[in-house]
């Protein structure tokens, strides 16, 4: 039997739809500070601080509920995906469809699978309370001065910093918020990732480590070890590992095993696009893919 080669699902859709929550949260959380700033032409009053820093706690609460409902759901689907594709592999069932309604969802999935989502989740939610904090800042700074502003009109000042008076803007107000409010992470490096980027990096690497891991966790369970790594033309470090036959959790001696690759970070990293092919055998590999096999094993083993 050749090698059954199961097609990469997309995750396009859920990180589009997470990434809206975020952008419909950074909307809400905006029109609430341009309403506070413009406060229909009366006084500032310091408790609307308070009131407007509570609001923003409920705009974030409500997005960490509905992220974690839409990752709960897309983690799951990746999973079940992963284990149906490892069964369909292995030649247990004819279909990939037989094999998606056939595989059972063990203690060892599930509490795999927990682990998975607990981790994306705490990688999103420090997004989240990273948001919280300088969304916040910008709060307090956009009440100090527009009490300044307040107190300079009451007493008859109609000189005013140009700066001040743009940044309290409706453009203003939206490009604080866009660019000092919503960071995703910021790295060792100092360097600012916008949140949105950081919910596509985060969601994808995390999807993807969900199915990996699934078939990781069915093929245990099935007695399989041996997988070959896919082959897209890679043109990074990735070319080096393509078509390498490797054991998936460590139990054939002889072969690199997955956990070793992935802490090498030179293939399986964060937006890798390489999956794992299952096989019971290398008798299954074809000619050249035993080459292709051999010269990059010992090309690893020199290095």
Not at 186 to 198: A, C, H, Q, S
Not at 270 to 292: F, G, M, W
Request: with cysteine; net charge positive; hydrophobic share 35%.
């Amino acid at each position: 039997m050749a090698i059954r080669k199961v097609p990469e699902p997309s995750y396009d859709k859920d990180v589009k739809k997470i990434a809206n929550l975020y952008i419909k949260a950074r909307s809400a959380i905006i029109l609430e500070l341009l309403a506070l700033v413009e406060n229909k032409g009366e006084p500032m009053k310091v408790n609307q601080q308070a009131s407007m820093l509570r609001q923003i706690d409920f705009i974030l609460s409500q997005l960490n509920i509905e992220v974690q409902a839409t990752i709960e759901e897309g983690i799951l689907s990746s999973f079940k995906e992963g284990q149906a594709a490892l069964a369909y592999q292995v030649g247990d069932f004819n279909s990939l469809s037989d094999a998606t309604k056939g595989v059972q969802f063990s203690q060892l999935s599930k509490s795999t699978m927990d682990a998975i989502f607990a981790d994306t989740m705490d990688d999103l939610l420090a997004a989240t309370q990273l948001t919280s904090k300088r969304t916040k800042q910008i709060v307090r700074r956009v009440v100090s001065e527009r009490l300044k502003m307040d107190t300079a009109k009451a007493k008859g000042y109609r000189t005013m910093s140009k700066g001040l008076i743009e940044e309290l803007t409706k453009q203003g107000l939206s490009n604080s918020i866009k660019e000092k409010g919503f960071v995703g992470i910021v790295d060792r490096k100092g360097r600012k990732w916008e949140l949105n980027r950081y919910v596509d990096l985060v969601v994808r690497s995390k999807y993807k480590q969900a199915r990996t891991e699934a078939l990781r966790t069915e093929a245990l369970e099935r007695g399989i070890d041996l997988a070959v790594i896919s082959s897209h033309g890679a043109k990074d470090a990735c070319k080096n590992y393509e078509g390498m036959v490797i054991s998936m959790n460590g139990n054939t001696a002889g072969y690199p095993t997955y956990e070793e690759l992935r802490s090498s970070n030179k293939i399986f990293h964060p937006n890798c696009k390489h999956t794992l092919y299952a096989i019971r055998s290398e008798e299954l590999l074809t000619d050249k893919e035993r080459q292709v096999n051999s010269e990059k094993t010992e090309k690893y083993k020199k290095n």
